[in-house]
């Protein structure tokens, strides 16, 4: 699709990176699931036609202001609104599930949808312990289970080899691209062995980021899939006409941040004035954390942050989250980024 240049501190132009959409569907104080499905839809064409590159969003379990449990549905409903624009997980957690029913998901997703399905993948459960019992009645496991769940379902998107019992009905010879997501170092070192394109959260867990890239980078492995490392990063922009306008619809976010932190995950809460009286020095020394990855406020104050962020990380993509309450807005704000960070074609 459409790249944004990053350029350093000297003005020269560095390389390319590719802006894209990390969707939680989030259901707002006072609606409800269909009406999140919805927006996301309508939020997905949008996006399109801005020229974002992906569009993906993730698998969370009993949270209430989250509207995609069910990943691989939401990917479908997604995909089949848009023409273009590749859709995704991110991810989806695969200890959650065998590895053949994900293959069969996502190969159903690409046969309806081809060359257009991403399947990110990350090894935390999306929930707490009691709803990772619910979903899978067992939580035994070793180190060693992810890997190999990565690499077994890797096998089940290639041709069959010679004395295969179990096939993926559709996903046998798809190929489908297979991401590795992370908020820590571990995430890093399998992208980097398995020869994996690496997705790192820092939109909400920025200490580990700039560690992490440069593990993964140093110590990658070509593959089939993959010749060279690939690095997308997590943000949160929040873009309005102003910098105070743009504060004050951050606040939602900042506030479900601050609400799922204290054990009382919820619906995205409307903005409030002045959050920052609101809240306990720590919490506040929490969220000056999480400004690493983000950017908030004008078209100006975005396109600088997000060219300062580009030059620091040397991403090769950014993948942005905008947990904003009105719907409008968050169009809004989407739309502001890519005005000041996607160049138009000619």
Excluded at 24 to 29: D, F, H, K, Y
Excluded at 268 to 281: D, G, H
Aim: proline share 6%.
């Amino acid at each position: 699709m459409f790249p944004v240049e990053r350029i350093n501190t000297t003005g020269d132009t560095l390389t390319m990176a590719l802006l894209s959409v990390l969707d939680l569907s989030p259901i707002t104080q006072g609606s409800h699931a269909g009406q999140a499905l919805r927006n996301s839809l309508d939020l997905a064409r949008r996006a399109e036609n801005l020229g974002y590159n992906r569009y993906w969003v993730a698998e969370h379990h009993n949270m209430a202001g989250i509207a995609s449990a069910a990943t691989a549905v939401v990917i479908g409903h997604i995909a089949g609104g848009t023409k273009v624009i590749r859709v995704g997980s991110g991810g989806i957690m695969l200890p959650n599930h065998a590895p053949l029913i994900i293959a069969e998901q996502f190969g159903t997703l690409e046969s309806l949808y081809p060359g257009r399905i991403d399947l990110g993948l990350g090894r935390a459960p999306g929930t707490d312990q009691f709803t990772a019992y619910a979903l899978r009645r067992n939580l035994a496991g070793d180190v060693d289970q992810f890997p190999r769940d990565v690499q077994e379902l890797q096998s089940y998107f290639g041709p069959n080899q010679s004395g295969q019992r179990v096939t993926a009905v559709p996903g046998n010879g798809l190929e489908v691209p297979i991401w590795m997501l992370g908020s820590s170092l571990y995430g890093a070192q399998l992208a980097a062995a398995l020869g994996l394109p690496y997705a790192f959260a820092s939109h909400f867990a920025p200490a580990a980021m700039m560690q992490a890239i440069e593990i993964y980078r140093q110590r990658f492995e070509p593959s089939a899939q993959l010749a060279e490392p690939y690095v997308m990063l997590g943000c949160n922009v929040c873009a309005a006409e102003t910098d105070d306008e743009a504060w004050l619809l951050r606040s939602s976010a900042l506030q479900s941040t601050l609400n799922l932190r204290r054990g009382q995950p919820g619906p995205l809460p409307p903005p409030v004035e002045n959050l920052e009286s609101r809240i306990s020095p720590h919490e506040k020394m929490m969220l000056d954390e999480l400004q690493t990855a983000s950017m908030v406020g004008s078209p100006e104050t975005v396109h600088r942050e997000l060219e300062a962020f580009i030059a620091l990380t040397a991403a090769d993509e950014l993948i942005i989250s905008a947990q904003i309450y009105d719907h409008s807005a968050r169009c809004r704000s989407y739309k502001i980024t890519a005005d000041v960070a996607i160049p138009k074609a000619a």
